[in-house]
């Protein structure tokens, strides 16, 4: 008999009404001088009535759109040198109207809201028994197929129905606070990781300290590539460095924003086409502390990174890349804590099967078990976890999925062991979710996905992206799963 599946009334859709207001740089630099230049021999007075009719159609829109072109104007300060060379004070009116020129809205919701992982939320004030505050992020993909993260946080109810604030009005990027401190020894490592090894890195690095900030690499390939012959490989050597340099920062968030205005956008080169499928999880250190961990694949349109966000109040988010020769390939999820004195990770480092890996540092990860490979015939193609495991009295419930005949995605779930998961006691034969009719149908036909699920009054509640378009949520009971689970 069939594992029951309760799918909740609670659906969310692609909204692209939801925008942000951002940088942008469409044409060529000498295009961008004749914009500048016709905007500088302008009026005051004219200057004054474009801008007033501007902020007027877009300061509705966003929260100071005012400061948001003020930032687009100080990203065109090398350009504006070349063209002001009185170096007269500019007032503050043009410096906004020329910075509203190189501003565009972008639509982060308007091709698809998918891919939904669930965790517990950090306040769990003022609550009725039985009850739960959850936040869920999902994957938001706009305009060329850049994805995002985006929140929305609700409530789970004793009956285990959803309810969601509503969402906010206005949506913001984070602030850039801080780029990252890199250790030579640790850069180097993950440099030969990526396999790049040629002459020029040590002519780089040789240049800096045991520990460097990005500005100080800037600098050193600068003086590089004054001393050395520039060639096709050792300009893709430079860019690989400085690829893997920009891939470390931390942001955050105005106080004053709910947190269904956050959106994580593409901030270094490592993922300007896309931040994906973050697996969000609770997890409580040995002394009790918890922090919110997710891991996602950061992509550049070319190469996909492993990277590991970790945040305390989803304001303040820190961003960096996971090394080891098998931190590799998408869909890492972490254990939310500690088994017998180390981090472990549920991975596919090799795109195709389950493995399991232990490491005493969150950031490196050198040794993997394979535990599952594809076997029936719904998952032949390949497998991967579903997000992080949840811990139950009869071990580490997994949720899996799996590829099979005409590339469907279903949901499958494995039982570990407890104090070693890499033992598999229990496996499904059948998969636990598979699309139907009204969810197969999408950008991706046939796909049922998700990065993540809680265990809320005996039941498995799982969030998951339907056909690379919407979201859904399915409520399992655990008695039931567990009994499927233990048989096989």
Same mark, same amino acid.
């Given at each position: 008999?069939?594992?029951?599946?309760?799918?909740?009334?609670?659906?969310?859709?692609?909204?692209?009404?939801?925008?942000?207001?951002?940088?942008?740089?469409?044409?060529?630099?000498?295009?961008?001088?004749?914009?500048?230049? %016709?905007?500088?021999?302008? %009026?005051?007075?004219?200057?004054?009535?474009?801008?007033?009719?501007?902020?007027?159609?877009?300061?509705?829109?966003?929260? @100071?759109?005012?400061?948001?072109?003020?930032?687009? /104007? @100080?990203?065109?300060?090398?350009?504006?040198? @070349?063209?002001?060379?009185?170096?007269?004070?500019?007032?503050?009116?043009?410096?906004?109207?020329?910075? %509203?020129?190189?501003?565009?809205?972008?639509?982060?919701?308007?091709?698809?809201?998918?891919?939904?992982?669930?965790?517990?939320?950090?306040?769990?004030?003022?609550?009725?028994?039985?009850?739960?505050?959850?936040? !869920?992020?999902?994957?938001?993909?706009?305009?060329?197929?850049?994805?995002?993260?985006? /929140?929305?946080?609700?409530?789970?109810?004793?009956?285990?129905?959803?309810?969601?604030?509503?969402?906010?009005?206005?949506?913001?990027?984070?602030?850039?606070?801080?780029?990252?401190?890199?250790?030579?020894?640790?850069?180097?490592?993950?440099?030969?990781?990526?396999?790049?090894?040629?002459?020029? !890195?040590?002519?780089?690095?040789?240049?800096?300290?045991?520990?460097?900030?990005?500005?100080?690499?800037?600098? %050193?390939?600068?003086?590089?590539?004054?001393?050395?012959?520039?060639?096709?490989?050792?300009?893709?050597?430079?860019?690989?460095?400085?690829?893997?340099?920009?891939?470390?920062?931390? !942001?955050?968030?105005?106080?004053?924003?709910?947190?269904?205005?956050?959106?994580?956008?593409?901030?270094?080169?490592?993922?300007?086409?896309?931040?994906?499928?973050?697996?969000?999880?609770?997890?409580?250190?040995?002394?009790?502390?918890?922090?919110?961990?997710?891991?996602?694949?950061?992509?550049?349109?070319?190469?996909?990174?492993?990277?590991?966000?970790?945040?305390?109040?989803?304001?303040?988010?820190?961003?960096?890349?996971?090394?080891?020769?098998?931190?590799?390939?998408?869909?890492?999820?972490?254990?939310?804590?500690?088994?017998?004195?180390?981090?472990?990770?549920?991975?596919?480092?090799?795109?195709?099967?389950?493995?399991?890996?232990?490491?005493?540092?969150?950031?490196?990860?050198?040794?993997?078990?394979?535990?599952?490979?594809?076997?029936?015939?719904?998952?032949?193609?390949?497998?991967?976890?579903?997000?992080?495991?949840?811990?139950?009295?009869?071990?580490?419930?997994?949720?899996?999925?799996?590829?099979?005949?005409?590339?469907?995605?279903?949901?499958?779930?494995?039982?570990?062991?407890?104090?070693?998961?890499?033992?598999?006691?229990?496996?499904?034969?059948?998969?636990?979710?598979?699309? @139907?009719?009204?969810?197969?149908?999408?950008?991706?036909?046939?796909?049922?996905?998700?990065?993540?699920?809680?265990?809320?009054?005996?039941?498995? !509640?799982?969030?998951?992206?339907?056909?690379?378009?919407?979201?859904?949520?399915?409520?399992?009971?655990?008695?039931?799963?567990?009994?499927?689970?233990?048989?096989?």
């Amino acid at each position: 008999m069939a594992i029951t599946v309760n799918r909740k009334e609670t659906r969310f859709y692609p909204n692209p009404k939801r925008v942000i207001a951002k940088f942008y740089m469409p044409i060529k630099e000498d295009r961008a001088r004749v914009i500048i230049t %016709s905007i500088l021999k302008r %009026s005051e007075e004219e200057v004054s009535h474009i801008l007033n009719q501007i902020l007027s159609n877009f300061s509705k829109r966003h929260r @100071n759109i005012s400061k948001i072109f003020e930032n687009s /104007f @100080n990203s065109l300060q090398e350009i504006l040198g @070349n063209i002001n060379n009185d170096n007269k004070p500019l007032s503050l009116k043009k410096k906004l109207l020329i910075g %509203s020129y190189f501003t565009t809205e972008y639509s982060i919701e308007s091709t698809a809201f998918f891919n939904p992982s669930i965790v517990e939320a950090p306040d769990q004030s003022n609550l009725e028994e039985g009850q739960k505050r959850i936040i !869920v992020s999902f994957r938001a993909t706009g305009e060329h197929h850049i994805s995002s993260i985006v /929140f929305r946080q609700g409530i789970v109810d004793k009956d285990n129905s959803l309810k969601f604030q509503t969402e906010g009005r206005l949506v913001d990027v984070p602030e850039i606070i801080k780029r990252h401190v890199y250790k030579k020894i640790t850069f180097l490592k993950k440099l030969s990781e990526m396999h790049i090894e040629k002459d020029v !890195v040590n002519i780089v690095m040789d240049k800096l300290g045991k520990t460097f900030l990005y500005g100080e690499l800037k600098q %050193s390939i600068e003086e590089t590539l004054k001393q050395v012959r520039v060639t096709p490989s050792k300009t893709k050597v430079i860019e690989s460095i400085m690829w893997l340099a920009k891939s470390h920062y931390e !942001v955050k968030f105005s106080l004053d924003t709910a947190i269904s205005e956050r959106v994580l956008f593409p901030v270094s080169y490592t993922e300007v086409n896309g931040i994906e499928d973050a697996r969000f999880v609770k997890f409580t250190d040995d002394n009790g502390k918890v922090t919110y961990y997710a891991t996602y694949t950061a992509y550049d349109g070319y190469t996909i990174l492993p990277k590991l966000m970790k945040t305390y109040d989803f304001y303040h988010f820190e961003v960096m890349p996971m090394n080891g020769e098998y931190a590799q390939n998408k869909g890492m999820s972490l254990f939310p804590r500690k088994i017998n004195g180390k981090y472990v990770m549920t991975a596919r480092s090799d795109g195709i099967n389950n493995y399991i890996m232990y490491s005493e540092n969150i950031n490196y990860w050198r040794s993997a078990k394979k535990i599952q490979e594809p076997l029936q015939t719904w998952e032949l193609i390949k497998i991967g976890n579903s997000g992080s495991p949840l811990e139950t009295e009869k071990g580490w419930l997994l949720i899996t999925h799996g590829v099979g005949p005409m590339r469907s995605y279903s949901l499958g779930a494995l039982l570990l062991d407890k104090d070693d998961p890499t033992k598999v006691i229990g496996r499904l034969a059948e998969p636990l979710l598979v699309p @139907n009719e009204e969810e197969r149908e999408g950008y991706v036909p046939n796909v049922v996905y998700s990065c993540g699920s809680i265990i809320h009054n005996n039941e498995l !509640v799982i969030a998951y992206g339907m056909s690379d378009y919407s979201s859904g949520f399915a409520g399992i009971p655990l008695d039931e799963l567990f009994e499927k689970l233990t048989n096989h």
